[in-house]
T-cell receptor, first 117, second 113 residues
Framework: GAVVSQHPSWVICKSGTSVKIECRSL??????MFWYRQFPKQSLMLMAT?????????EQGVEKDKFLINHASLTLSTLTVTSAHPEDSSFYIC?????????????FGPGTRLTVL | GDSVTQMEGPVTLSEEACLTI???????????LFWYVQYPGEGLQLLLK?????DKGSNKGFEATYRKETTSFHLEKGSVQVSDSAVYFC????????????FGKGMKLTVNP
């Protein structure tokens, strides 16, 4: 299947700083990417849908000014956690939809573990 | 809103044991149903799916049947292997094409030799 990468795989930062997480589709062009958040022993929660060349669509309850999403190219979407606080510590997962695939399937990255001190 | 409820683990089995992971859902309309698997250190991968009632998805010896009458999509395998050790997620999409997936909490399976 198609490959999606995330960078970094883990990051530790101080409270008040901003952190950028990258999501790349390595062997296909993704017009749509998704960002999820996962708390321990909880399900993945969709945060936002990222569309190339346009503004992201955020799910209810997700602060768009805190979680900035940029989908500047067909292979890269970035999530920036601004002014991070300890409650933002979580596992962030992206996925990318392959429009050229037979089932319009989403392919997932391995995730980024964010710890805010 | 839509939701997915699945068995919570962790579960430990011996090799060649039978596996069933229960999954039930709540949704309006006619969702598509999925099972994803996450192996250690890797991203979620689609294991199987079913898009309408009575469809059976199957892959790698795993099966699940879309049961509309019981709103269920239980995952089964007759004989598990050590390589099946992973976290399994049940999910649904209410738009039929894996847009906006709603996930269950996931269940960690460990298979011992």
């Amino acid at each position: 299947g198609a490959v999606v990468s995330q960078h970094p795989s883990w990051v530790i930062c101080k409270s008040g700083t901003s952190v950028k997480i990258e999501c790349r589709s390595l062997d296909f062009q993704a017009t749509t990417m998704f960002w999820y958040r996962q708390f321990p022993k909880q399900s993945l929660m969709l945060m936002a849908t990222s569309n190339e060349g346009s503004k992201a669509t955020y799910e209810q309850g997700v602060e768009k000014d805190k979680f900035l999403i940029n989908h500047a190219s067909l292979t890269l979407s970035t999530l920036t956690v601004t002014s991070a606080h300890p409650e933002d510590s979580s596992f962030y997962i992206c996925s990318a939809r392959d429009p050229g695939g037979p089932d319009n399937e989403q392919f997932f990255g391995p995730g980024t573990r964010l710890t805010v001190l | 809103g839509d939701s997915v409820t699945q068995m919570e683990g962790p579960v430990t089995l011996s090799e060649e044991a039978c596996l069933t992971i229960n999954c039930t859902y709540t949704a309006t309309g006619y969702p598509s149903l999925f099972w994803y698997v996450q192996y250690p250190g890797e991203g979620l991968q689609l294991l199987l799916k079913a898009t309408k009632a009575d469809d059976k998805g199957s892959n790698k010896g795993f099966e699940a049947t879309y049961r509309k009458e019981t709103t269920s999509f239980h995952l089964e395998k007759g004989s598990v292997q050590v390589s099946d050790s992973a976290v399994y997620f049940c999910a649904l999409s209410d738009e039929g094409g894996s847009e906006k997936l709603v996930f269950g909490k996931g269940m960690k399976l460990t298979v011992n030799p």
